[in-house]
């Protein structure tokens, strides 16, 4: 019988447990041993001996990620199985084999019972991002379980870590292909063309999270003014453009996410829709501009990292969407998100809210936009519901 670390809570600290939350926080831990090392897999028990959880030990504020709430013998054979669990949601879903859209995500974290894991699929390469220096010195289990999975249909597993983990285990990592050799990396989302860069782009290369909202920006730009704001790859301004929009402009402070935009864009332009982009400050672009759009796309990074700056953040979506409706002709659209996970849909709203009553504007909700299902959240962590955003008419 395999024998791993133990780790006792405080007393009446074993509720959230029971009721399945994933985490348990450093301030939860009575005793531990010594040595334990980070990455090291663990078994919970209460103040009173009772078996609780096994999971990954970790030297931050989140002490145990949990992925299994009974003992297991082979970490190897549960993550095969949640492989499998997670491929065959996949294939419920639609996105497998699916020849309109090569890309999605794979293994969404605690909503796939893979705590500190992230697995995105892109035309037959897989993406691994270790959250977690336990499931990072798992990647090679990792690729080998994806193997048996997919088959023939992997051509390559790559692994990308190093922006995720402590600055020790990020100094070790440099990014590599754990199997196979690096393949075509153009995808398809509903038939738009997209190359990805998934070793220099941020996260695994391209914003997978945001499909179905790009698809639905698609019934409102026909003819009309677009302005994509932190544009990145282009995601949004690529439906903008194949949707027969009258012009699309794009703006990110980054000289690369133009590139790309630029890129994609070129692409997927058969209607030859003006394209303009704007290496800039979007505060800036949006204070300093003088055109007015007819739909405006808001997807900033995280304003708040932590629930430190999530007041601050907080000023920001306002001060942002304000703007924003400044620049709108009536009856305008704006696509508004946060990314933010430490920023609840209520805490989004009322940031949109105060922007509207600052504003003076009549502002309609049309749409409440999240993560779509290939992202999926655990009921037992809403944590996971990290994508909140709004469709707003502003007359």
């Not at 994609?264 to 979007?282: C, E, I, M, R, S």
């Not at 304000?322 to 709203?349: D, R, W, Y």
């Not at 999240?370 to 999926?376: F, K, M, N, S, V």
Request: aromatic content about 10%; glycine content about 8%; overall charge neutral.
């Amino acid at each position: 019988m395999t024998s791993f670390p133990r780790i006792t809570l405080q007393k009446h600290k074993a509720e959230a447990v029971k009721r399945f939350h994933p985490w348990i926080f450093s301030g939860a831990i009575k005793k531990k041993q010594d040595d334990l090392q980070e990455g090291a897999i663990v078994e919970v028990y209460s103040d009173s001996g009772e078996y609780l959880a096994t999971g990954h030990y970790g030297t931050g504020s989140i002490a145990v990620k949990i992925f299994a709430f009974e003992p297991i013998q082979n970490f190897q054979q549960l993550l095969l199985e949640r492989l499998k669990d997670a491929y065959l949601a996949r294939v419920g879903m639609g996105l497998v084999g699916n020849s309109a859209t090569t890309c999605y995500r794979l293994v969404n974290a605690e909503g796939d019972g893979l705590p500190g894991l992230i697995i995105d699929w892109y035309h037959g390469t897989a993406i691994i991002q270790a959250h977690s220096v336990g499931m990072y010195e798992q990647r090679h289990a990792i690729a080998q379980a994806l193997q048996q999975v997919y088959g023939q249909d992997l051509k390559a597993v790559y692994e990308k870590s190093a922006l995720m983990l402590s600055k020790q285990a990020a100094a070790e990592n440099k990014g590599a292909y754990l199997f196979g050799e690096p393949t075509d990396r153009e995808v398809l989302e509903y038939n738009h063309r997209f190359r990805v860069d998934w070793e220099e782009g941020q996260k695994t290369g391209f914003f997978i999270d945001q499909r179905e909202n790009r698809a639905l920006l698609a019934h409102y730009v026909t003819d009309r003014r677009v302005l994509n704001t932190f544009c990145y790859s282009g995601g949004f301004s690529v439906y903008a453009v194949q949707s027969g929009a009258s012009l699309v402009h794009s703006v990110d402070t980054s000289a690369r996410a133009i590139e790309w935009t630029e890129e994609n864009v070129a692409l997927n332009n058969p209607h030859q829709v003006p394209h303009a982009t704007y290496t800039k400050d979007v505060f800036d672009f949006l204070k300093q501009c003088e055109d007015t759009y007819d739909v405006i796309v808001l997807d900033p990074p995280a304003f708040a990292k932590g629930l430190s700056a999530r007041h601050q953040a907080m000023m920001a979506y306002k001060r942002l969407n304000m703007q924003a409706f400044s620049k709108l002709t009536k009856g305008g659209i704006v696509f508004t998100f946060s990314c933010s996970q430490v920023v609840t849909p209520e805490h989004f709203n009322g940031a949109i809210t105060a922007a509207a009553i600052e504003s003076g504007k009549r502002v309609r909700v049309l749409h409440h936009l999240t993560q779509p299902a290939d992202h999926p959240v655990s009921i037992y962590h809403p944590e996971g519901l990290y994508l909140k955003g709004l469709v707003l008419m502003v007359d």
